[in-house]
């Protein structure tokens, strides 16, 4: 079996079943051996045809009918318990990766793609479900069955039994021997696989990309080098596999053919009275003794295809468990810390404390945020604004704690967020993600995402304040529109305002808008910010805008530049003070008068 941390408790949970199954696969396994014991009584009988020849034969075919009707109830029930067993093992362990998928930080999404993940969840699962139930079977019929025939075939004549046994060792210790270089070319081979569902997944989600740019046959290419490599890896394996399997299928036929040879020899000379010397021992078996002796090799053929089965299941299914336990074990860099503190009843007044930033695959010298230091009070609606790639983005991942903060520190109602709950921090903070990322769900389900209880008058309120009511109730299926892949596809300005109600329905102390109006029309983005000043009045609002119009008209706006914190002030006092903001500004009356000039 296969025997890792992971495995073992789900082993361990399910051993009644395993118990079961075993239970019924070695009963099997047992009085199968019964048949070849009753073949060579009837070849005896048949030759001797001794008085009471009928009833020793009635006897045995009652006995053969027993056996069937035990080895049908036998493998019913343990392909019920070992199948069933396996596949809650699966069941588990995807429940545990789904699980771990969660707590698992930006940090591990940027270092390890999506497809590979997916290919975890999908191939190396159903390797290991494989492995442990058909593998399983395996292992216990090759041990038990091998061992009872062997001890019959040694009780028959072990002289005889040796020249089966030889062969049937070296296929052990080469099975092996051969594992472990199987393991390493399946790994190999699901390696490959990743790159071949990271390319795959890529291609899917920018297919409208590709599209535009014409690339299909460029791309094809692309896919089709990966997809040779990956058929190359697969044909690697099979062929090894197919050897391996083909040479035990040999040996065995070979051993058939000499127990043949050397069985009917020995009984035609214990006939004639001249017994044959195998191994220094007279070998004595009667015509009836051979066809058992044939009859029992005939079901050690079965364990050892077994092994050779084995050795290709158990390879693979350690190569898919390490990528799995890889995955299980990797490390939770965002955690809650012992004695966490439960923020209750937020005000919203968050203070930025000389904190600095760099992403962990950034080289060392470069920092996306440098010694950022302000403070913005419960209750305010503040703007950030900058150049791109100036930092905004990451000054408010990082006041999620979606990336732990080294340098510095971020308050929250005075609590340093390393030091509190991260659940209550989350649940105290609406964020509108700058992707707009909506679920292929109906709009409803998408706007009550943060509790699904909410009741439709809530979800049309929000969707009111995001100003995208009057869109969704013009779609046929209104707020039951399926957005997302597999539904209508939905304007960047409409999944903005969706994502917004999102954020909005939450009703948390503390709401951030990352660029999320920048793909509405200068009416639409009058009206969110009028909700936001009359709705979110005494909570704290976050707006991030690429457009100085959006911030204009607020109290204080946050200026950024290169990571830094360039000024935080009035719109009125930042036009003398921030070189950023002035710019910002003047390209703004620059675009307003060519777009007059235009009209
Ligand atoms: N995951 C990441 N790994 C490494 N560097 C990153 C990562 N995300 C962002 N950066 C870098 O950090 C800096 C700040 O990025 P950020 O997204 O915070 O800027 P931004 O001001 O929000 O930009 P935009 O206006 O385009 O939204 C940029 O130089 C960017 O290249």
Redesign the pocket.
């Given at each position: 079996m296969l025997f890792n941390k992971h495995m073992l408790k789900y082993y361990l949970k399910y051993s009644w079943l395993y118990i079961l199954g075993i239970a019924a696969l070695v009963a099997v396994d047992y009085v199968q051996t019964w048949i070849p014991d009753y073949l060579g009584e009837i070849t005896d009988i048949i030759k001797e045809q001794p008085s009471d020849a009928a009833s020793q034969m009635q006897r045995i075919l009652i006995m053969i009918f027993v056996v069937a009707i035990v080895m049908f109830a036998g493998r019913m029930l343990w392909r019920f318990t070992l199948f069933n067993a396996s596949g809650r093992v699966e069941g588990n362990l995807r429940h545990e990766m789904f699980l771990k998928s969660e707590k698992l930080s930006?940090k591990y999404y940027?270092e390890n793609k999506v497809g590979s993940i997916m290919s975890w969840f999908t191939t190396d699962l159903e390797t290991i479900e494989e492995y442990a139930g058909f593998g399983v079977v395996t292992i216990v019929d090759a041990f038990f069955l091998g061992t009872i025939v062997i001890v019959k075939m040694v009780q028959l004549d072990w002289a005889l039994a040796i020249v089966a046994f030889i062969p049937m060792i070296l296929i052990i210790i080469w099975g092996f021997l051969i594992e472990k270089f199987m393991s390493k070319l399946w790994l190999e081979r699901q390696n490959n696989y990743d790159e071949l569902y990271d390319f795959s997944q890529e291609n899917f989600t920018g297919i409208r990309v590709i599209k535009a740019f014409v690339k299909e046959t460029a791309n094809l290419h692309a896919f089709a080098k990966i997809a040779k490599k990956n058929q190359m890896k697969n044909v690697s394996f099979a062929r090894v596999s197919v050897i391996f399997d083909v040479l035990i299928e040999l040996i065995i036929a070979a051993i058939a053919a000499m127990l043949l040879g050397f069985g009917g020899y020995a009984v035609y000379h214990s006939v004639i009275g001249q017994n044959m010397v195998l191994f220094g021992h007279e070998v004595t078996l009667g015509a009836g003794g051979l066809v058992a002796f044939i009859a029992l090799f005939d079901s050690l053929i079965w364990p050892m295809i077994a092994m050779g089965q084995i050795v290709s299941m158990r390879s693979r299914a350690k190569a898919s468990l390490k990528r799995v336990s890889q995955f299980l074990d990797a490390e939770e860099d965002i955690k809650n810390p012992v004695n966490a503190h439960v923020l209750e009843n937020v005000s919203g007044k968050i203070t930025f404390n000389h904190f600095s930033f760099s992403?962990?695959?950034?080289p060392v010298e470069?920092k996306?945020?440098e010694d950022v230091t302000f403070e913005i009070n419960a209750g305010e609606t503040i703007g950030i604004v900058?150049?791109?790639?100036?930092?905004?983005?990451?000054?408010v991942?990082s006041l999620l704690r979606l990336y732990n903060v080294e340098k510095g520190s971020i308050l929250i109602d005075g609590h340093d967020i390393m030091e509190c709950d991260i659940t209550s921090l989350r649940n105290a903070i609406a964020y509108v993600p700058?992707d707009n990322f909506l679920f292929s769900d109906k709009i409803y389900n998408n706007i009550a995402f943060s509790d699904r209880k909410k009741d439709p008058v809530a979800i049309q309120n929000a969707a009111i304040f995001a100003d995208v009511h009057d869109n969704i109730a013009a779609f046929k299926q209104g707020y039951d529109t399926v957005s997302g892949e597999r539904g209508v596809t939905l304007s960047g300005g409409q999944k903005q305002r969706i994502s917004i109600a999102r954020a909005y329905i939450k009703e948390s102390p503390i709401m951030i808008m990352?660029?999320s109006v920048s793909a509405v029309d200068v009416k639409t983005e009058e009206t969110i910010l009028k909700n936001i000043r009359e709705k979110r009045k005494g909570k704290t609002t976050i707006v991030?805008a690429?457009r100085v119009s959006t911030v204009s008209k607020l109290n204080r706006i946050l200026v950024?530049n290169d990571?830094k914190v360039e000024a935080f002030d009035t719109p009125e006092n930042l036009l003398k003070v921030s070189p950023t903001y002035q710019r910002m500004v003047y390209l703004q009356e620059l675009e307003k008068e060519v777009e007059g000039g235009a009209n």
């Open positions: 930006q940027h992403y962990p695959d950034a470069v996306s945020l900058g150049k791109i790639g100036c930092g905004k983005t990451t000054l991942n700058q990352d660029d991030i690429s950024l990571g």
